[in-house]
T-cell receptor, first 115, second 111 residues
């Protein structure tokens, strides 16, 4: 299993450009998440999807859109990038274990610089 | 506002010592608690999960949970330089609920 994969690994954008960050998981997990991580801020949830066909806003959704294309894939789109969106973006998926508890696993991250 | 608090550190310990990392959370209905290790430039890696009051041991790692005090800790015994990383505490309120992360504690194990 590849686990959670993300593309691209690095990206440089100019202000106003758009791009889509791709995420896929091969663990048959229902829930998927997008986070951003900034120095000193920890991980902040942008959007999440509890199941195929559903998405919900997290703590910092402004400036982003998401698509849960199917059970495997969850993409994050920046329609008009701003320097404030310079960050490291992590995708994650989660499974429910034997105890009925949910555990989350992370992809390798995408480093985005907006000039 | 659900919050998870951690000392940002850095926490420095000598090689072979016990490193103690602490985390407090604000929401009493929290059900699941996790510790992640994150090396610089890498993604978070799950190292421990704990759901019930008390201690849970896995190798050199022990997680401790006290729901009454809304407190969870991670002890690393026989600390090694390879343990130097940022440790993230995360809390989940239940299935279908968000995971909330603390800001992380940076641990430095000195040879």
């Amino acid at each position: 299993n590849a686990g959670v994969t993300q593309t691209p690994k690095f990206q440089v954008l100019k202000t106003g450009q758009s791009m889509t960050l791709q995420c896929a998981q091969d663990m048959n997990h229902n829930s998927m998440y997008w986070y951003r991580q900034d120095p000193g801020m920890g991980l902040r949830l942008i959007y999440y999807s509890a199941s195929e066909g559903t998405t919900d806003k997290g703590e910092v959704p402004n400036g982003y859109n998401v698509s849960r294309l199917n059970k495997r894939e969850f993409s994050l789109r920046l329609e008009s990038a701003a320097p404030s969106q310079t960050s490291v973006y992590f995708c994650a998926s989660s499974e429910v274990g034997l105890a009925g508890k949910e555990t989350q696993y992370f992809g390798p991250g995408t480093r985005l610089l907006v000039l | 506002q659900k919050e998870v608090e951690q000392n940002s550190g850095p926490l420095s310990v000598p090689e072979g010592a016990i490193a103690s990392l602490n985390c407090t959370y604000s929401d009493r209905v929290s059900q699941s608690f996790f510790w992640y290790r994150q090396y610089s430039g890498k993604s978070p890696e799950l190292i421990m999960s704990i759901y019930s009051n008390g201690d849970k041991e896995d190798g050199r790692f022990t997680a401790q949970l006290n729901k009454a005090s809304q407190y969870v800790s991670l002890l690393i015994r026989d600390s090694q330089p390879s343990d130097s990383a940022t440790y993230l505490c995360a809390v989940n309120m239940g299935y279908g609920q968000n995971f909330v992360f603390g800001p992380g504690t940076r641990l430095s194990v000195l040879p």
